[in-house]
């Protein structure tokens, strides 16, 4: 919404490709996204394209506007170079990554995931392959250590709005002349699925009691790993307390962290509770009962399937935490 808002505000804005409307809520209601909405308020044409080759039906159409450039911004689908190459300045994509540096549909978990200590925003003309067209501007924006991605991702269109139009009247003018990249710098990222926040109780249990992780769970925590990390995550000084902290910041508000946990009856004649265990919230502290400095991860929020989330005291309150376990 900022992009279009300083689209709208500095520019002739023709039009809105946007994503066709989906279920919402309980009832699945067929709604209209935000951006349609705007369009819809503003008087302007809008396309929803359900995939890229109905994006590529829209040619003729959207050849007979004229267009000077097409602006990109967290759209989430392939664009065909036939689509991206036809206005007369070509088109600009917005990705928050310090190219070609975490390339993909993910790049914002990725730099929470690895702990790094700025994020950054690419503005790149687009080419066929997936980010890898030149650079015209890299901005970058300091960490404080505490940002999930929801929180991050609205810092960083809010900044990318705010440089939007001085990047296309430079651009337009020639004061900003395309970079190629290094393509053997490249790193890439994946789009993550609700299976990739799963964390197995028994090392969630670890992190908490800040228990170290044997030679074998270390290995199997890093062949498990569904998702591509620096190695440098996984070396002797490793803690799973402080990268679980990190996942829950990465993956908020999606997929989410999660573990599954049996909520042992003590009605002997009701079978036992298999629930998944949603960690909202956590944080870091010092374990200072260990022979060796560690880290013990505390969590704050937690949501058990079908409940509201309600604090990590309150539900050990409801929960002996020590009797959770995966068994029967």
């Given at each position: 919404?900022?992009?279009?808002?300083?689209?709208?505000?500095?520019?002739?804005?023709?039009?809105?490709?946007?994503?066709?409307?989906?279920?919402?809520?309980?009832?699945?209601?067929?709604?209209?996204?935000?951006?349609?909405?705007?369009?819809?308020?503003?008087?302007?044409?809008?396309?929803?394209?359900?995939?890229?080759?109905?994006?590529?039906?829209?040619?003729?159409?959207?050849?007979?506007?004229?267009?000077?450039?097409?602006?990109?911004?967290?759209?989430?689908?392939?664009?065909?170079?036939?689509?991206?190459?036809?206005?007369?300045?070509?088109?600009?994509?917005?990705?928050?990554?310090?190219?070609?540096?975490?390339?993909?549909?993910?790049?914002?978990?990725?730099?929470?995931?690895?702990?790094?200590?700025?994020?950054?925003?690419?503005?790149?003309?687009?080419?066929?392959?997936?980010?890898?067209?030149?650079?015209?501007?890299?901005?970058?924006?300091?960490?404080?250590?505490?940002?999930?991605?929801?929180?991050?991702?609205?810092?960083?269109?809010n900044i990318a709005a705010d440089n939007l139009v001085?990047?296309?009247?430079?651009?337009?003018?020639?004061?900003?002349?395309?970079?190629?990249?290094?393509?053997?710098?490249?790193?890439?990222?994946?789009?993550?699925?609700?299976?990739?926040?799963?964390?197995?109780?028994?090392?969630?249990?670890?992190?908490?009691?800040?228990?170290?992780?044997?030679?074998?769970?270390?290995?199997?925590?890093?062949?498990?790993?569904?998702?591509?990390?620096?190695?440098?995550?996984?070396?002797?000084?490793?803690?799973?307390?402080?990268?679980?902290?990190?996942?829950?910041?990465?993956?908020?508000?999606?997929?989410?962290?999660?573990?599954?946990?049996?909520?042992?009856?003590?009605?002997?004649?009701?079978?036992?509770?298999?629930?998944?265990?949603?960690?909202?919230?956590?944080?870091?502290?010092?374990?200072?009962?260990?022979?060796?400095?560690?880290?013990?991860?505390?969590?704050?929020?937690?949501?058990l399937e079908g409940k509201k989330p309600v604090a990590?005291?309150?539900?050990?309150?409801?929960?002996?935490?020590?009797?959770?376990?995966?068994?029967?």
């Open positions: 919404m900022p992009i279009l808002n300083v689209l709208i505000n500095n520019f002739n804005l023709k039009g809105i490709i946007t994503a066709s409307d989906k279920p919402v809520g309980r009832k699945q209601i067929l709604s209209p996204s935000p951006v349609k909405q705007f369009a819809l308020s503003h008087n302007l044409q809008y396309f929803t394209p359900s995939d890229k080759n109905q994006l590529l039906t829209l040619y003729n159409k959207l050849n007979s506007l004229n267009i000077d450039l097409f602006v990109v911004a967290d759209y989430g689908m392939i664009i065909p170079e036939k689509i991206f190459s036809l206005p007369r300045h070509k088109t600009i994509n917005i990705h928050f990554s310090r190219l070609p540096e975490y390339r993909g549909p993910s790049p914002v978990q990725y730099t929470i995931l690895n702990g790094e200590k700025s994020a950054w925003i690419s503005f790149m003309l687009m080419a066929k392959d997936l980010d890898t067209g030149d650079i015209l501007k890299q901005i970058e924006f300091s960490l404080q250590g505490n940002e999930t991605s929801g929180s991050l991702y609205t810092d960083l269109f001085g990047v296309i009247n430079d651009y337009i003018k020639g004061e900003l002349k395309p970079i190629p990249q290094d393509h053997t710098k490249a790193t890439f990222t994946k789009m993550f699925n609700k299976e990739d926040g799963y964390i197995p109780f028994d090392l969630l249990r670890k992190a908490i009691d800040a228990e170290p992780l044997n030679h074998e769970e270390r290995k199997k925590w890093l062949f498990d790993n569904k998702f591509s990390i620096t190695n440098s995550q996984f070396s002797m000084n490793f803690q799973l307390p402080i990268f679980i902290e990190k996942m829950i910041r990465a993956f908020d508000p999606w997929p989410g962290v999660w573990t599954i946990i049996n909520l042992k009856s003590q009605n002997a004649n009701r079978k036992s509770d298999i629930k998944r265990l949603r960690i909202l919230k956590a944080h870091l502290e010092p374990a200072t009962d260990n022979l060796q400095p560690t880290t013990r991860l505390i969590l704050d929020l937690v949501q990590w005291k309150q539900f050990c309150q409801g929960y002996d935490f020590n009797s959770l376990n995966l068994k029967d």
